[in-house]
């Protein structure tokens, strides 16, 4: 009972609740006894001239009833928390009725799961039930960064095209939603050199995608790219295996155009998908994997 | 405190003592048959052939009507509904309120009287009592009886009886939430029972078993709001229960076929028959009480008596407050019938019934709801373009699979960016996530800000219908919803 400074208030409301609750038995006893009635069978009380107290008596039946709810609330309080600090003869918690209805739900989810543990994602991703469980795994789990179609936003990936981080098999997608990534692009403007070098390496990144881009200032930018190779590679298509982003395609996940990249280059990122481990189950994991991983096949076997 | 009674009335004799609880006297009712009894017997009969017989017919292979609140499903005969569909069970309970109110304003507890369940089961209980026991007078002989053999074959008997019906009347309110009258023959009767179906069969059987046979008219006096309430719905235009005092007064016996008048009395023979058939045993010559459910077993009773007194019959009747008063004859009684809270319920109840029946022949077989995405207002994508996501739910109200085809109006330019058909599962409920996508020239032209646009939702057919055009299956929905163009 943190709730309480002094154990005064404990006290205070164990005797109030059982006073209250024999007042109520006190009440019954008190009114059991026997009343002049007038002849009219009223108890001679008018109010407002003409509203008469007819003698209308309690039925008894009515009256055990009421006997029997206060000897229902002594038991209760006895068995469950009620009387200040007295945790109760059941040791009831709200705490503890949450814990046994997960684990009853946990348990009866299990049975749900254990037919998709061991079925590998190609097999998952053509059983329709799988998909829909993944595709409510993903809504209520994912879609807060991600967006509801998976197709995510400035700063989240888009998981349903074929350019990934970390690495599309479903192996990698379970492991990055398990153990989740940290993406750092640290902060290059010194090493690349001056402002006019960071605008004329920006230039030769777009020039990789064949954005629009200024060609003189992308041949300047070719030698200074070294410094940003060791990372994206040297023909600037990235490296999975430490997260680097292929710069040569079409997707700009910090946003597109020469000043997003000198913004990126000159401060920096550092991007975060955090560890889903401890919050889903491992076979709920690999249901989503699946899910996600077959987002992007379908994407490429049904695009119009 | 003791003996300082401060004298409250005038009258000359002590005032008695009562107390302010008493035991309720047990009240046997005389069995009775007439006009009114036959017309409770049908609504018996009608009602509870309803009611113990529909969890036993079966639609499309499924109980016909099943209530099932695990997968929030509501089977309705042909009827599928949803949760969302929570506005018919508002519907149907306006269409009883105003229906009781109607009722209660034309003749009084009609609804007390006939086919309130309380009544339904506190006749059906009698009768077997009835059966066993005998009529009023063996009954109270037989309470006041010390136990014999007899005593506790007739009373054991009874008890058997009604223990059994409550239980199957339990097991029936259950077989509405879990099917237990199994569709096949073969399986019919297996009964597979969770403990709750077990707890609720229990819990309404001792309901029924416990109102029926023991509370009776203890639950229309003490327990059921309603009973207080229709007393407040009554005027004086309202068909009653009524003792026509003018006519039985001075009460007393007198020889058959003797005119009572001749004889200075008035009708009523004082044969208390009228209050040995009362259900709540009050005496109705002393006028409309509380405790009168309108059952009108007084009144079949009464009507027998003046018939062997060969005196004309409705010295008790259904009659009005003014009725009675001013003498009127049955016909001006029934034209103040027609009176303007009469006609105000009456209009109101069949503009709720015919809405609530069109909105039921007409309800679409699919209902739809979008919902922006609560994820991101707006993101660029390739080539400039701007994309919104939306959820869509789908609800399939029907017993087959549906095809459905989503596309954008209402916004130049704006079209689906994701898959657009979708097939939903018989009675299935699914969020469909949706990305529109707008041009950048369009963007640009609209400008900043929020855009109205709408999802249309159609059934079947292969291509949208676009507004005002006809499609084959023209069945399609529209909901609105926003478009938004960031700065």
């Known amino acids: 009972m943190s709730d309480f400074f002094s154990s005064g208030w404990s006290i205070f409301i164990a005797v109030a609740t059982v006073a209250s609750l024999l007042a109520c038995l006190v009440l019954l006893a008190l009114a059991s006894k026997r009343k002049p009635m007038a002849s009219d069978n009223s108890t001679g009380h008018v109010f407002d001239e003409d509203l008469v107290e007819m003698n209308n008596p309690l039925p008894l039946w009515w009256v055990w009833l009421f006997v029997l709810t206060v000897v229902f609330a002594f038991a209760y309080v006895y068995a469950f928390p009620g009387l200040g600090a007295h945790a109760g003869s059941l040791g009831w918690t709200s705490r503890g009725e949450l814990d046994a209805d997960q684990a009853r739900a946990s348990q009866a989810m299990a049975k749900v799961y254990a037919v998709y543990e061991q079925q590998p994602a190609e097999a998952l991703s053509r059983d329709t039930n799988a998909m829909a469980i993944g595709q409510r795994l993903f809504i209520n789990n994912c879609s807060t960064c991600h967006g509801s179609d998976a197709r995510g936003s400035k700063g989240f990936p888009n998981l349903t095209d074929t350019d990934w981080l970390h690495g599309g098999s479903p192996e990698k997608i379970e492991e990055t939603i398990t153990l989740g990534r940290t993406g750092v692009m640290p902060s290059m403007a010194a090493a690349v050199g001056s402002a006019r070098d960071v605008h004329d390496v920006a230039n030769y990144v777009l020039s990789l995608s064949g954005d629009p881009h200024n060609p003189i200032s992308a041949a300047a930018g070719r030698k200074k790219f070294v410094v940003c190779a060791a990372c994206h590679g040297a023909d600037g298509k990235g490296n999975q295996a430490i997260g680097a982003p292929n710069l040569a395609d079409r997707t700009w996940l910090h946003g597109w155009g020469e000043d997003a990249i000198v913004d990126i280059v000159d401060h920096g990122k550092t991007n975060v998908m955090p560890a889903q481990r401890g919050r889903l189950t491992p076979a709920q994991i690999h249901l989503l994997a699946s899910y996600v991983w077959s987002l992007s096949q379908v994407r490429q076997t049904a695009s119009r | ?487």
């Open chain 2, 1 to 487: 405190m003791r003996g300082t009674v401060i004298p409250i009335a005038l009258e000359s004799e002590p005032p008695a003592l009562a107390s302010l609880y008493v035991s309720e006297a047990k009240i046997q009712p005389r069995a009775v048959s007439g006009w009114f009894a036959t017309w409770r017997w049908l609504l018996v009969w009608s009602t509870q052939l309803l009611f113990y017989g529909l969890p036993w017919l079966s639609w499309n292979g499924r109980q016909a009507v099943l209530l099932d609140i695990a997968a929030r499903r509501f089977y309705i005969f042909g009827m599928v509904l949803h949760p969302q569909d929570v506005i018919y069970l508002a519907g149907l309970l306006i269409l009883a309120a105003f229906s009781l109110f109607l009722f209660t304003a034309v003749a009084g507890r009609l609804w007390c009287g006939y086919a309130c369940p309380q009544t339904v089961y506190t006749e059906i209980f009698l009768w077997i009592e009835h059966r066993f026991e005998g009529d009023r007078q063996a009954r109270i002989k037989l309470d006041a009886a010390p136990w014999s053999l007899a005593k506790l074959v007739r009373r054991g008997g009874k008890q058997v009886v009604w223990a059994a019906i409550s239980l199957w009347t339990g097991l029936t309110f259950v077989a509405y939430f879990t099917p237990v009258f199994s569709v096949a023959a073969e399986t019919r009767l297996a009964l597979a029972l969770g403990p709750w179906e077990t707890f609720w069969i229990l819990f309404y059987g001792f309901a029924t078993y416990g109102n029926a046979g023991y509370m009776r008219e203890q639950v229309c006096k003490y327990m059921c709001p309603y009973a207080r309430f229709q007393s407040a719905m009554l005027d004086r235009d309202t068909l009653i229960i009524s003792y026509d005092a003018e006519r039985g007064e001075p009460r007393g016996s007198r020889r058959r076929g003797v005119d009572a008048a001749s004889v200075g009395k008035g009708d009523c023979i004082d044969c208390t028959l009228c209050v040995q058939v009362c259900p709540t045993g009050i005496d109705i010559r002393k006028g409309l009480q509380y405790e009168c459910i309108g059952c009108a077993a007084c009144i079949d009773v009464c009507n027998g008596v003046m018939d062997k007194m060969q005196s004309p019959r409705g010295l008790i009747r259904y009659a009005t407050q003014n009725g009675i008063a001013r003498r009127w004859s049955r016909r001006e009684m029934w034209r103040r019938v027609a009176r303007p809270r009469v006609l105000v319920y009456s209009a109101v109840l069949v503009a709720i019934a015919s809405t609530f029946v069109a909105s039921l022949v007409l309800r679409a077989p699919f209902k739809a709801d979008v919902v922006r995405d609560r994820g991101a207002l707006a993101r660029l994508v390739e080539g400039g373009a701007i994309e919104n996501v939306y959820r869509v739910q789908l609800m399939n109200a029907t017993e087959r699979a549906q095809r459905f085809h989503i596309d954008v109006e209402g916004l130049d330019g704006a079209h689906l960016a994701s898959w657009s058909d979708v097939v939903l599962a018989p009675t299935e409920a699914r969020w469909v996530p949706l990305a529109v996508q707008l041009p950048p020239q369009a963007a640009r032209a609209m400008g900043p800000g929020a855009h109205p646009m709408r999802f249309l939702i159609s059934l079947g057919a292969d291509r949208p219908a676009r507004a005002g055009e006809q499609s084959d299956a023209d069945v399609a929905r529209r909901e609105k919803s926003t478009f938004v163009v960031p700065r």
